[in-house]
């Protein structure tokens, strides 16, 4: 089983990325995914997720009106938009897989954890 994240890099305050997370040896479909972030020092935190049909999701307040989370099933990856970033948006990103049921937002019922992608927002 492999979830691996890309997409990170240093953006500027207000600028965009895009993070996917592509994922094999799983049956993706069946699937809840979500994404959550640690910054340096801090906990983990929930940021986003999407229900294992694709028609449910739940956005961090932190995060709801800039960042939108999507799947393709049949690339078997899940995506995080990120617009409107911002220096306290600095973590690394990594995707959860949790079998037929949505991501807990403590990310207690996650199954498979990704590596994680390094998101840096500064100017």
């Known amino acids: 089983v492999q979830l691996q994240a890309s997409g990170g890099g240093l953006v500027q305050p207000g600028g965009s990325l895009i993070l996917s997370c592509e994922t094999s040896?799983?049956?993706?479909?069946?699937?809840?995914m979500g994404w959550f972030r640690q910054a340096p020092g801090k906990e983990r935190e929930f940021v986003a997720r999407?229900?294992?049909?694709?028609?449910?999701?739940k956005h961090a307040d932190s995060v709801k009106g800039r960042f939108t989370i999507s799947r393709d099933n049949a690339k078997k990856t899940v995506y995080l938009q990120m617009n409107n970033l911002k220096p306290e948006d600095t973590a690394v990103y990594s995707c959860?897989?949790?079998?037929?049921?949505?991501?807990?937002?403590?990310?207690?019922?996650?199954?498979?954890w990704g590596k994680g992608t390094q998101v840096t927002v500064s100017s």
């Open positions: 040896g799983i049956a993706f479909s069946s699937y809840g």
């Open positions: 959860a897989a949790a079998w037929v049921q949505s991501i807990s937002t403590s990310g207690d019922n996650v199954l498979y």
């Open positions: 999407i229900s294992w049909r694709g028609g449910s999701t």
